[in-house]
């Protein structure tokens, strides 16, 4: 996404007008644990609503206020712009990543999309969190 701003890394409280997919797309980035990965896709299909996209503009716009960094592009490439923040929660969180080749631009790693992904394992739907 071109056009991702994440606000400070303070997460300032979120306000009480975000609308309401917007305020279950930040719920669902908040259930993701530590060291873990969401996809935009998994989040909208999470809820059942909306995709990818919209997941994405959901994040660019109110994303500050969560871990933003576990909620990603399918591919595993690191948030443009905020690469270097994303990677030090990543390292902080043992999240799993694979070694950038010497060949890679800027020599960042992605994440290891099959070992970080986050399914949800299903008990959080089931306390009704949907």
Same mark, same amino acid.
């Given at each position: 996404?071109?056009?991702?701003?994440?606000? #400070? +890394? /303070? @997460?300032?409280?979120?306000?009480?007008?975000?609308?309401?997919?917007?305020?279950?797309?930040?719920?669902?980035?908040?259930?993701?644990?530590?060291?873990?990965? &969401?996809?935009? /896709? #998994?989040?909208?299909?999470?809820?059942?609503?909306?995709?990818?996209?919209?997941?994405? =503009?959901? &994040?660019?716009?109110?994303?500050?206020?969560?871990?933003?960094?576990?909620?990603?592009?399918? +591919?595993?490439?690191?948030?443009?712009?905020?690469?270097? @923040?994303?990677?030090?929660?990543?390292?902080?969180?043992?999240?799993?990543?694979?070694?950038?080749?010497?060949?890679?631009?800027?020599?960042?790693? =992605?994440?290891? &999309? =099959?070992?970080? @992904?986050? +399914?949800? #394992?299903?008990?959080? @739907?089931?306390?009704?969190?949907?």
């Amino acid at each position: 996404m071109s056009e991702v701003s994440l606000p #400070d +890394d /303070g @997460r300032p409280e979120r306000d009480e007008a975000l609308p309401e997919y917007a305020e279950r797309v930040l719920e669902v980035a908040e259930l993701v644990p530590p060291g873990r990965v &969401m996809t935009y /896709g #998994d989040v909208a299909e999470w809820l059942e609503e909306g995709g990818p996209r919209q997941v994405g =503009r959901v &994040m660019a716009l109110y994303g500050g206020a969560v871990p933003w960094w576990r909620v990603v592009r399918a +591919d595993g490439v690191l948030l443009p712009g905020h690469e270097l @923040r994303a990677l030090a929660h990543y390292r902080a969180e043992g999240t799993p990543l694979k070694e950038a080749s010497r060949a890679a631009e800027g020599h960042l790693p =992605r994440l290891d &999309m =099959r070992r970080a @992904r986050w +399914d949800g #394992d299903g008990s959080e @739907r089931e306390q009704g969190h949907t």
